[in-house]
């Protein structure tokens, strides 16, 4: 278990201080990000999504989650899905104002929802309501739904993992953990954890227990095998690896990392 420090520092993350991700030159037509929103109670949320052209093929759905502070915006600029894999529909949800003790106690910041109950649930209220649209407009394939999202956006990813482990094929929080208070509920899923080993914000530290936990989860080899640079592969006989991708620098979105983790999520469909 991690310290409730670290569990608070986590949040305030969405800076720019965390996107330095090359933009790469792709396929994927920029100009078809578009805002969307959605009714979820009495509030109005909101996400930029990109689809592709029609293919008459079912498309997969990424799911895009911003940093405490930070805007749907730089998530589309920083992990860049939509370029890296122009034929899913890819979302970058904006977040809402959230109090952080300490960081930011008048929650002027957005961000997300910290474990499954906080906030009333309302972010995971949201992604519901995301799914069901798009699974039914865009003619998405429902056994390929996945998330991704740096800091606050990463344990989102986890709190999705404990209590949407049966709509994701797959996951890949950056600079995240898991909370303790979801740790009981997790499942088995495929993960591609990428962290810093001089991140200051989320601790490397911390990650790092996520990253055990995880692979005692997923019954992987206590041994990894390479996987390309700063990653290593856990494979498991009963259950689905876990890839690492550890590199040296802090609390960022590092080069190579949106590439890395499209290869991860495109291996890993939905039983």
Known sequence: MFLRSAVMTFTLVGLVTGSSAAQPEGKADNGRLKSRTWKVGDVTREALVYVP????????????????????????????????????????????????????????????????????DRDLEFFDAMLKSLVAEESIDDKRVYSTGHSNGGFFTYVLCAARHDKLAAAAPVAGAINPRDAMNMKPLPVLHVAGEKDKIVPFATQEKTMDQLRKLNKCDEKGKEAGKYCTQYTSA??????????????????????????????????
């Not at 122009?86 to 809402?96: D, F, K, N, S, T």
Request: hydrophobic share 40%.
């Open 238 to 271: 009963n259950g689905p690896p876990v890839v690492t991708f550890i590199h040296p620098g802090a609390h960022n979105v590092p080069a190579g990392a949106p590439e890395r983790i499209v290869e991860f999520l495109k291996l890993h469909t939905r039983k």
């Open 53 to 120: 052209a029609s293919s008459g093929a079912k498309r997969p759905l990424v799911f895009v989650f911003h940093g405490h502070g930070g805007k749907s915006e730089l998530s589309a600029r920083s992990f860049a899905i939509h370029k890296h894999w122009p034929e899913a529909v890819c979302v970058y949800p904006q977040g809402l104002p959230t109090a952080v003790p300490v960081l930011d106690p008048m929650g002027r910041l957005p961000g997300w929802q910290k474990f499954v109950g906080d906030q009333k």
